[in-house]
């Protein structure tokens, strides 16, 4: 069928899957909902940096080789900042910062998170919808043996060394879906959710907290696919393998299934993964094995295109461009 | 005689005097009152144009080339703003944002623009105190042809091309000078007061309109020195003499001298401005001819010399560094 197409993601990964998809299909056709839980105040800077992968991966603009942040970026104002002495354990480019500025000074001139973000990727040439996941401050945490920590202080002042014991979303519940997710959501044409390869206790649940997001897709009369973000029992970067292990959990896509429970309809998963497919038909999820590592666009649309194909999305012409 | 010197300055011709008088007093012998009338919100940060040009100079890191900023500076950030559709009138370097960042998110965090620049300062290894004339804001304003403008948008955006008619400094009365500059007007040892070769009207005013400034100069037991801004009857560089024109004053030290008129005891002209001399001596201020453009250190520590040397300040071993 035709119709709408959701996609909820994460960073990186989860990036690199929506700018497939934006690839493929026309641009009134998708939204794409993204994590907020991993956004964060610094330097009196509000940086979201899900919505920043995702913003740049649309546009082009991300950087290949590093795997984050802008292409051709310089450390400039890092640089003079860490001489005046000031916090450094966060990596600030030069390029990127600009992105910081014009959203944090839009944002405390009274924008909505919403409004910032559509008129930022509408001014890089964005077609499709990226919007947040909730206009509320939603702040993920980590319990570690060192206490909850900030997602931030974990994920890069720590590199996720600490144990981690639980996780929680600040912020939920409370945080009602920002306008351009309830509406996606709402749509009578929306024809299926694509859950993008995004750490699933991370990246993905803190989307789920939202209120009411994941009511809805449990009641969703469409298709959910999701792409599995591990990779030969791990994912490709992030803690979600170490993750696994300290949530005591198995390094399978069965831990996914698991996780995801009641809510995914398909699960496409790695090649190095293939031994896990029986068991997921067994526990009654569909399942695609391919390859789900997305070096180049064309690994990016073919992906894009085997998600939409197990949630029986027609492309056209003019869709696919 | 020994003592503390006081220098009152403004941005770039004024920071490279009190570069040189860094060069050769003990730190603890001089405290630099900056000029804050120029500051503005610009993005949601605080950007004090003047105090930077002093810090950057101080710290050695300022550009010889380009005359302003810092040296080495980069643009990125700037293009990104760019990309975005946010405002670029106003030249932000990559390296100045580091700074613009520090300051405004500390200042947003509740401490004083003395704490801030003290803090950031002494970051950069500066030995004197280099003080915001008040840590009220003061934002000078120009009334041109087109109406009151805030001084950036004439400055910068309009390039000085608005015909001036009147000057306003927002905030005075009422805007108490900083903790440094009542500290060292108050202070027994205070032995010299060093008014920067600055824009008079500009640069300076501001600093005298500040509660009780002009009234403590014009008390003062103590010499006060000027170095005049003019060369060759125009400034180096900004509008002084075409402001000194729209302002129906002639283009020579006379107008200077007449403006300072019971504030200064003497002024340091340049010898392209010899001629203006013997009329300043009918005006009972007493007179240095000189070169006044400084190109390189040595120029700046020359030129503060004579103007230590005309207020009778002077210097031990340990302060000529």
Redo the contacts between chains.
Sequence with gaps: MRGHVLALSGGVGGAKLAAGLAAILAPERLTIAVNTGDDFEH???TICPDIDSVTYALAGLNDTERGWG?A???W??????R????ADWFNL???????H??R??RL??GESLSDVTS??TR??GIGPAVVPMSDAPVRTQVETSEGWLDFQRYFVAEQCRPVAKAIRFDGTPGAVPSPGLAEALARPDLAAIVLCPSNPFLSVDPILAVDGVRAALESRQVPLVAVSPLVGGKSLKGPLGKLLGELGLENSNRAIVDHYRGLIDHLIIDRSDAVDAEGLRAASVSVTVTGTVMHAAEDRERLAREALSAARIELEGHDAR
């Design positions: 330097l009196g800077l802008v051709g970026e310089t400039q104002a890092m640089a003079m900042l001489d005046l002495g000031e480019g030069d390029r990127d910062l600009g992105t500025l014009a944090s000074w405390r001139a008129r930022l001014s890089l």
